[in-house]
């Protein structure tokens, strides 16, 4: 609103000032009066009955949106989202760097980051060598090794990301579903999509995914010249990681090959076998649309539980909750 009354106060001025001033005003008006009539309807919207009646009939809804909504911050907080480092960055933060050139043309426009953990600075060889064979390249500069330990660490990092997903999604659709029972006109959803949320009494959570990046970067000597390739731990990524790991590991003759896979393959088996219903309270998606169902250890990992198909179970979002809040007085 403040820019809008400054463009009329500059518009009448000018006009005053060039001796035109009713075409500056008329302009002024035509610019603004759209955006005042449409802010009072939107304001007479919130407060008319057949709101208010809306709201009060999906106020159930929106209560366990927002619940699901806290639960979505707890597993962003609680979860894992990193694994490796770089070997180039590990000491970075010893030195400080300068770039002291005094000639006219100082070409630092492309800077190495030495200091960030998922940077690996290299050559321009490996640059694009790492993005024909991004896990290859990965597993070796990132020191993500082909051990029980890291492929653990790699499974818990794929349900974190699994998890934060689906809640994500299952948030979205709670609010598609709300805009879609209250009905609001369209150019409420149009201009006032956050307001109406606002006003319906939803908890808006701005939750992006934090996939860890690893990035391979070759900066040329004078600054001039910068290449890197990008490597996203989204879901496929992980899955492919964790076969990569486990094939290493069979291959060494370890014990590892035995037991599944913790993969978005698996997860979304469990949940069929378990015919997306809680095994605990036998919520279901059949009744319920809208549940956030997980995949849960029965024993957990920390407690040497394995990833079998027989120590994992479908879960409802509330059930999971309860129980691992209880675990660590368990
Ligand atoms: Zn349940």
């Known amino acids: 609103m403040q820019y809008l009354l400054a463009i009329v106060a ?12 009713y075409i500056s005003l008329l302009v002024a008006a035509a610019l603004v009066s759209p955006r005042i009539v449409r802010h009072f309807r939107m304001k007479r919207y919130f407060a008319s009955e057949s709101f208010l009646a809306h709201k009060e009939a999906v106020a159930g809804v929106v209560e366990e949106h ?115 029972n209250v009905n609001p006109p369209a150019f409420i959803l149009k201009h006032y999509s956050d307001e109406f949320m606002k006003q319906v009494g939803v908890h808006l959570t701005p939750i992006a995914v934090p996939y860890p990046e690893y990035r391979f970067e070759y900066v040329s000597a004078g600054g001039n010249s910068s290449q890197r390739t990008l490597v996203t731990l989204n879901t496929p990524t992980i899955d492919a990681l964790i076969e990569l790991l486990s094939e290493k590991i069979r291959f060494a003759k370890s014990a ?65 909750r309860t129980k691992s809040n209880k675990l660590p007085t368990a």
């Open 256 to 320: 590892a090959g035995q037991r599944a896979l913790m993969t978005a393959k698996l997860r979304g088996f469990i949940k069929e076998r378990d015919h997306f219903s809680c095994q605990q309270c036998a919520a279901s998606v059949a009744v319920e649309p809208n549940l956030l169902l997980e995949v849960d250890h029965i024993i957990p990992v920390s407690k040497g539980g394995l990833s079998e198909v027989t120590n994992l179970q479908t879960l409802c979002w509330r059930c999971n």
């Open 66 to 180: 927002n619940e699901v909504a806290a639960y979505t911050t707890e597993i962003r907080t609680s979860g894992t989202f990193e694994l490796g480092a770089s070997s180039t960055g590990t000491q970075a933060h010893l030195a400080t760097f300068e770039n002291t050139s005094r000639h006219a043309h100082r070409r630092d426009r492309n800077v190495a980051d030495y200091a960030s953990s998922n940077v690996h600075n290299c050559s321009l060889q490996v640059v694009r060598n790492a993005a024909s064979d991004p896990l290859k390249y990965l597993t070796k500069y990132f020191s993500i090794r082909p051990t029980e330990t890291t492929l653990e660490d790699v499974e818990g990092l794929g349900e974190s990301v699994s998890r934060l997903e689906a809640a994500v999604a299952n948030l979205k659709r709670r609010e598609d579903d709300i805009s879609i």
């Open 10 to 21: 500059v518009l009448v001025v000018l006009g005053l000032m060039i001796q035109y001033w």
